[in-house]
């Protein structure tokens, strides 16, 4: 049995990007995970302890998103490496990390990376 855990579109407000300007006036953005981890023993206990909890995993990706970056890369670098790094149980994901509205000439609804490991 696979099981995973996601956050879905959570949305953010930050300070990302190559130009001056975005880093000083942030932009909106949006991310959505999910983490390949065990959940039979939670399945059967209903303890949350026996689970990766979601908030926890909310909060870690809330940390790296408050530290402007240059790269949507680098900030999709980072919250991957802090997942990996907190939670061993983990054995694969993906991320997705969107810039709403990109200051690029036309109308572009969002910039995004995604990493699968």
């Given at each position: 049995m696979k099981t995973s855990i996601e956050l879905n579109r959570v949305r953010f407000y930050a300070y990302h990007g190559v130009m001056q300007q975005e880093r000083k006036v942030g932009n909106d953005y949006e991310v959505s995970l999910r983490v390949d981890v065990p959940l039979q023993a939670a399945m059967a206990s209903d303890d949350v302890a026996d689970?990766?909890?979601?908030?926890?995993?909310?909060?870690?990706?809330?940390?790296?998103?408050?530290?402007?970056?240059?790269?949507?890369?680098?900030?999709?670098?980072?919250?991957?490496?802090?997942?990996?790094?907190?939670?061993?149980?983990?054995t694969g994901g993906s991320l997705r990390v969107a810039k709403l509205s990109p200051p690029i000439v036309g109308e572009v609804g969002e910039a995004a990376v995604t990493i699968e490991w």
């Open positions: 689970t990766l909890n979601y908030a926890h995993l909310y909060a870690l990706v809330a940390r790296e998103m408050a530290v402007p970056s240059a790269l949507l890369e680098h900030v999709a670098g980072r919250i991957y490496k802090a997942i990996a790094e907190a939670y061993p149980a983990v």
